[in-house]
């Protein structure tokens, strides 16, 4: 999640009152920076009617927007790029400071749909937009691409997103043998193939470009970073839906890595917890989640993929939906805390995905992941 004031001037209370309108009005806009390939601001756009964004943390390419643009003919598709940001109006007093306070909302590449002219003879398009991932995803390997054993993991990394401005944390674990790709592989497959094996979250790009690589943590043991309540600063709007569906989530999971010169790594990880209703002590019967085709650098990286998978298994199965005024800092993954006494819910959440109109009076649609073991 981005910081309640990414430019620090407003304590977290002060922002928290404007967003929750704790003194009685609240308002919101948003504005569009046109960007250039490099990510180098060219300087704000007038030609965005309306847009969308959205975020899935589950997805291969995390957050994508729609646009409605003016065609003036002053857009370059194959190498413009645009960033939305949303401003909200901090009530006085001010003491200097500005009077408002501003967060990206990630740098998306644009398609080129088909023009339409409108009855009064304006020109417009439909734009969909997809954030840097889209890049990785459709760059792909011409010949077989390899790294050779002993290359450091984020060597690797830092070698196949080379140019890409990138937030990369260092780890010191290396490939055991060589690793190949067939030609025609995306790089952004590549990518979360080098990243799952030393058990990192999921390639995604922040909210100002930078490509971000680090360790995976259960969201069990992050903390919190922001907590939606029905209560006097409530901005929650609407019904929320609880939903939970057990039936088919594993209790035990097999991973092998079997390579040719190697000796095969195996890790088996059992949910035997008498407390958990999925377990194999509550089902009296197994249920194996079993893959014979993975990476890891070593048994410990193997045994603690086996132990995220049985985690994440365990969130996908419990989800709630609900609708809030725009929080415009969300980011990917985010951890939250939601108290509902209706729902009789007050625990930490995983944010699977948002999704919001670039508009004043829009609301938010979130859907939450439970971090619970089941």
């Not at 007038?46 to 729609?66: E, F, M, Q, Y």
């Amino acid at each position: 999640m981005q910081p309640l004031d990414p430019a620090g001037n407003y304590s977290d209370d002060e922002v928290i009152d404007a967003l929750s309108a704790a003194r009685g009005t609240r308002s919101m806009s948003f504005r569009y920076e046109r960007l250039d390939e490099l990510n180098n601001l060219v300087g704000p756009v007038d030609w965005v009617l309306s847009g969308s964004v959205a975020n899935n943390s589950l997805a291969d390419i995390k957050r994508t927007a729609k646009l409605r643009v003016l065609d003036r003919g002053q857009i370059n598709y194959l190498r413009d790029r645009i960033r939305p940001v949303a401003r909200l109006t901090m009530p006085g007093p001010h003491d200097g400071r500005a009077p408002y306070v501003e967060w990206p909302l990630g740098v998306f590449l644009l398609s080129t749909p088909e023009r339409t002219v409108g009855t009064a003879g304006v020109v417009e398009r439909e734009v969909a937009a997809y954030d840097q991932l889209v890049v990785l995803a459709d760059d792909k390997v011409a010949d077989r691409y390899s790294v050779a054993a002993g290359t450091l993991y984020t060597d690797a990394i830092a070698t196949l997103t080379f140019g890409l401005a990138r937030n990369l944390v260092p780890s010191d674990k290396a490939l055991t043998s060589a690793r190949e790709w067939e030609p025609g592989t995306p790089k952004l497959r590549i990518l979360n193939d080098l990243l799952a094996a030393i058990n990192y979250e999921s390639a995604w790009f922040d909210e100002l470009g930078r490509l971000v690589c680090r360790p995976y943590q259960s969201p069990t043991d992050r903390s919190s970073e922001y907590a939606y309540a029905t209560d006097d600063k409530s901005v929650i709007v609407g019904e929320a839906a609880q939903s939970l569906d057990l039936f088919s989530v594993p209790n035990r999971w097999v991973l092998v890595k079997s390579e040719a010169d190697e000796a095969p790594l195996t890790s088996a990880y059992t949910n035997d917890d008498p407390a958990s209703p999925t377990s194999t002590v509550s089902r009296g019967r197994v249920i194996v989640d079993f893959r014979d085709d993975e990476d890891a650098a070593d048994q410990a990286t193997l045994d603690a993929r086996a132990a995220r998978y049985a985690f994440e298994a365990s969130q996908v199965f419990e989800s709630v939906d609900f609708e809030t005024l725009v929080m415009p800092m969300h980011s990917n993954a985010d951890v939250v805390t939601l108290t509902h006494p209706a729902l009789s819910l007050d625990a930490k959440f995983s944010e699977q995905s948002w999704e919001y109109d670039l508009k004043a009076g829009a609301t938010m649609s979130h859907k939450l992941r439970r971090v619970v073991s089941v």
